[in-house]
């Protein structure tokens, strides 16, 4: 069952695409789908700032959600968040999505593979020198596995994404 609540002053495209930005997160997160329609929102808003009310009166989400979501998506000391917000929760507050913001995103998520690859190849190594069976071990191996893999390519996969905004004079 997916919510809807409808947008009150959105053009049928601008609804379309902040409803299956919803829907995506819904599927593949499981994000809420206000929290959905706020990013979907936010990536196309014209201005690019908005204020707790206006986010309010284009969704028509109730401001106690809004405020929830935006405190989600603006985290404290977050170096690479998304969104920033200008003002405290209690007040008509600004959000903006920051330029250009989604590599520093996925970069900062990333940095945490390979310690994280470190755990599970210590934990496979361990593990099978107390002779645990290879049944046992295939779920800590496959993610082991993953994470390895992952390591060792996003720094050049975001590198090349560097690269190509540069050259596109971005």
């Known amino acids: 069952m997916t919510e809807q609540t409808a947008p ?9 695409f902040v409803e299956k930005v919803a829907q995506y997160y819904f599927e593949n997160d499981g994000m809420p789908h206000d929290r959905g329609r706020v990013v979907g929102w936010m990536m196309i808003c014209d201005p690019p700032e908005q204020t707790a009310a206006d986010i309010e009166k284009a969704l028509g989400v109730p401001r106690a959600a809004i405020d929830r979501i935006v405190d989600q998506l603006t985290p404290e000391n977050d170096p690479v968040s998304v969104f920033e917000r200008t003002g405290s929760l209690q007040e008509n507050y600004t959000l903006r999505l920051r ?26 190594t361990g593990l099978r020198a107390e002779n645990a069976s290879e049944e046992r ?24 994404y560097e690269q190509s905004k540069a050259g596109a004079g971005q």
């Not at 520093?104 to 593979?113: A, L, M, N």
């Not at 390979?114 to 210590?122: I, S």
Request: net charge negative.
């Open 137 to 160: 071990l295939l779920r800590l191996a496959n993610m082991e596995r993953f994470l390895g893999f992952v390591s060792a390519e996003m720094p050049a996969i975001l590198e090349r």
């Open 99 to 124: 330029e250009n913001s989604w590599g520093p995103k996925v970069r900062g998520i990333f940095s945490e593979f390979p310690d994280f690859h470190r755990v599970a190849a210590n934990g496979l």
């Open 8 to 16: 009150t002053t959105l053009s049928e495209g601008e609804q379309a």
